[in-house]
């Protein structure tokens, strides 16, 4: 069984910086598929990065292309988010998601693994 958990969330003025963790326990690190997703309160959950396998291929959503930087290390079995240049629309629920078949999707019904989320506000 895949656990995730993430940490690194908190409150942060906009403009700062955070960097968000997320420690992957179960089977192999290396075959999945990791993903940064996010959940603002009224809204549904939307993807904000995805990286492959190796680490060597990202995707980010426009709103944070740029300020966001995704990444894994296989050895750690851990997935990185670092968020720069913080705007209050950033405030949401953070979510690291995993998928098994390694096929590196966009949508939340394809991810087989979630952690149980950390909060992200930013103040103006």
């Known amino acids: 069984q895949v656990q995730l958990v993430e940490s690194g969330g908190g409150l942060v003025q906009a403009g700062g910086s955070l960097r968000l963790s997320c420690v992957v326990s179960g089977p192999t690190f290396s075959t999945l598929a990791m993903a940064w997703f996010r959940q603002a309160p009224g809204q549904e959950r939307e993807l904000v990065a995805a990286?492959?396998?190796?680490?060597?291929?990202?995707n980010y959503v426009n709103a944070v292309r740029g300020r966001f930087t995704i990444s894994r290390d296989n050895a750690k079995t851990t997935l990185y988010l670092q968020m720069n240049s913080l705007k209050r629309e950033d405030t949401a629920v953070y979510y690291c998601?995993?998928?098994?078949?390694?096929?590196?999707?966009?949508?939340?019904?394809?991810?087989?693994?979630w952690g149980q989320g950390t909060q992200v506000t930013v103040s103006s």
């Open positions: 990286i492959n396998r190796s680490g060597n291929i990202t």
């Open positions: 998601a995993a998928d098994a078949s390694g096929r590196f999707p966009t949508v939340v019904s394809e991810y087989d693994y």
